[in-house]
């Protein structure tokens, strides 16, 4: 995709990865994309790269606007592969001697990814870089999602480089908020549910932090997805509202079924509770992918989980659904077993187990 300018002299470069179903577990039904920005100023800065596939069309994208090696310095927000991947291929192109700044943990991280010894300048938390007609900040967000991660604010344009808070996995040809209306919303959320959400004192901490000390906001520019150019403040709102994880009158029939015993009792247990007024939803393993379960579990205020027992055990998606759940963290929720079995039944007693271990309220 062409370079689209985002404000006077400063360009998103994004990738976009039409065809990417599934990230790292994590079900991609739009595709996604991964946004590079440059600034163009005395010292013209590139900050992030993209996933390595699409490193050639980052460099193309930058050679729309100016001769790559007239970049002077680059900024990595985060090590991640998909935005550090194609690092290496840039910095060949535009000189392995530029200034690359990053965080200290990037700075880690980066200097184990590549075997070149690029020109690394660790930056402190509310460490500035002047490029000119443009001051920029660093902000440390250490585990928003990696140990690495910061955000860069440019104070003159308002515009906050974010990595990948409030992201979303979603391809479009739009690279603004105001292009694509509320469609866009159910993929903040979902991205937030499966990649955010066991940080989510964090984010809640990190907002107080921002309003504290008032940071004023034109453009929020994340690393995937669209830009936030309409109201900045809806996502960080949305942001705080699903890190306190305040439970709905919702419950969530999540289950597997062999010869659909367990189903049989998952669609009484959700009549049972819609008869008192809950907001109960049956979701099948099989049927739905866990992270788009997930998502739904967000503001859920009761998880009950049904499996039959097969040999001696869970069956093996009600396993892998409280494997993931149990490293994203879910809060504020009372959880139940159920199951159906032939003649050992340990399935409920290990799904307890397992929510226990997970931190739920098991009734």
Known sequence: MKPVEIAKGIYCLPAIDWNIRDFHGYS???????????????????????????????????????????????????????????????????????????????????????????NYHPVENGGELNIGNRTLSFMETRMLHWPDSMFTYAKEDRILFASDAFGQHYASLERFDDEVGDEIMPHARKYFA??????????????????????????????????????????????????????????????????????????AIVESLGDEGVDAKPLKLRASHRSDIITEVLDAGAIIIGSPTLNNGLFPTVSDFLTYMKGLKPQNKVAAAFGSYGWSGEAVKLINQELEAAGFKVI
């Open 194 to 267: 499966n990649i955010l959400l066991p940080y989510a004192p964090l984010i809640l901490k990190l907002v107080a932090k921002v309003k504290e000390i008032g940071l004023a906001l034109d453009l929020l520019c994340p690393d995937h997805g669209i830009i936030w150019r309409k109201d900045p403040s809806k996502i960080i709102n949305a942001y705080v509202e699903w890190s306190e994880q305040k439970p709905k009158r919702k419950a969530l029939v999540i289950y597997d079924t062999m010869w659909h015993s367990t189903e049989a009792m998952a669609e």
């Open 28 to 118: 991609v039904y739009k595709g996604s994309t991964y946004n590079a920005y440059l600034i163009l100023d005395e010292k013209v800065t590139l900050i992030d790269a993209v996933k390595k596939e699409f490193a050639d069309d980052l460099i193309k994208g930058i050679s729309q606007i100016i001769d790559p090696k007239k970049i002077d310095c680059v900024i990595s927000n985060h090590t991640e592969m998909d935005h550090s991947g194609g690092l290496s291929r840039v910095m060949h192109r535009i000189g392995e001697d530029k200034p690359l700044y990053c965080s200290k943990m990037g700075h880690k991280n980066l200097s184990k990814h590549f075997q070149q010894k690029f």
